[in-house]
Structures are given as structure tokens and as C-alpha cells.
């Protein structure tokens, strides 16, 4: 199975997209779709769709993993990466994925086996656990592997729930 991991935002969105088969991972590619902030923001929307579908053209991957937003104290900002994870999920729409969705939570208890895992723990998991020699820049990059990963280790537990049905 082909997964693209996600992590969403208007300046960076990191991606990393890898096989998994036979409980092993292989890492295809990973790296960032990237905005430049004097760009108005609807053709930075415009960009992040168009990075979107050109991964997902190019990889052809079955699913996408991409984190579920929380609200902080900057709404603003909580609302602009909003938008562009929105335009994500546009591109997987038409590109006909399945889509999970996953908590910072969620992806920690995944990766590390604790939900409170400090950022530097999941991303030196993530290293071990793809082997790659170093922790993948920048960190939203890391950050979608680690999405790609949560993926993974739930889809059996996914899989298991629709043959019982």
C-alpha cells in the first residue's frame, strides 16, 4: 500500500509519501510543498493544490494520512492552514484516495508507543522505523512521515473492522 503522509499548513507542507508491504516500510519520497509569503494567499492555495496533485500523479498512492487540526490561541493562523488542508483534501477527493485522519495524539501513541512523546522522540522513531540515516528536514517533512506511519499501523485495525462487517 502507497501512502502519502501529510502534515498541513500555507508555508510548508511537508510530505512524505512511503510503501508499506508485509509489515515493511519503504520510503518513496519526502520533502515539502512550499509558499512564499509575499505570494496572496489564494495562489498560495492555488500552489499547495497543484503540489498536491503532482505528488499524487506522480506516486500514485491508495491513501493519504493527514493530521486533524486543533484550535490554539492563533485562530488566524488556525484558520489559513485550515484552508489549505482543505485544498489537500480536495486533491485527494479527486484523485479518488482514502483518507485518515489523525490527532498529534494519535500519531504519537503510534510512532513512539506514548501520547505525550516529546517532538524529538517521534521524529528519531520515524528515522528508525523507515531507516534513514538522518531525521528528515524540515521538521513538517518528518512530521508526515510520522502521519504516513500512524497510517499504517492503524490500517490493519481499519481493515480488521470492515471484514467483521
Do not use: W
Not at 498536491?52 to 506522480?58: H, I, T
Not at 479527486?94 to 503510534?110: D, I, M, N, R, Y
Amino acid at each position: 500500500m502507497i501512502i502519502l503522509g501529510i502534515d498541513p499548513g500555507y508555508a510548508i507542507v511537508g510530505y512524505g509519501v512511503v510503501d508499506y508491504t508485509a509489515n515493511h516500510f519503504t520510503v518513496l519520497d519526502y520533502g515539502a510543498v512550499t509558499t512564499d509569503a509575499n505570494t496572496p494567499f489564494y495562489q498560495r492555495l492555488d500552489e499547495i493544490y497543484d503540489g498536491m496533485c503532482y505528488l499524487m500523479e506522480k506516486h500514485k498512492p491508495e491513501v493519504m494520512a493527514i493530521e486533524k487540526l486543533f484550535f490554539n490561541t492563533n485562530t488566524t493562523t488556525a484558520i489559513d492552514v485550515a484552508q489549505a488542508r482543505g485544498v489537500i483534501l480536495l486533491a485527494a477527493q479527486k484523485h479518488g484516495l482514502a483518507v485518515g485522519e489523525f490527532t498529534p495524539l494519535q500519531v504519537k501513541q503510534s510512532i513512539v508507543g506514548y501520547g505525550r512523546a516529546e517532538k524529538k522522540q517521534v521524529q528519531e522513531m520515524t528515522r528508525l522505523l523507515l531507516n534513514l540515516n538522518a531525521i528528515p528536514k524540515p521538521d513538517d517533512t518528518a512530521d508526515a512521515l510520522a502521519m504516513a506511519i500512524c497510517y499504517a499501523h492503524s490500517s490493519g485495525s481499519m481493515l480488521g473492522r470492515l471484514n467483521r462487517r
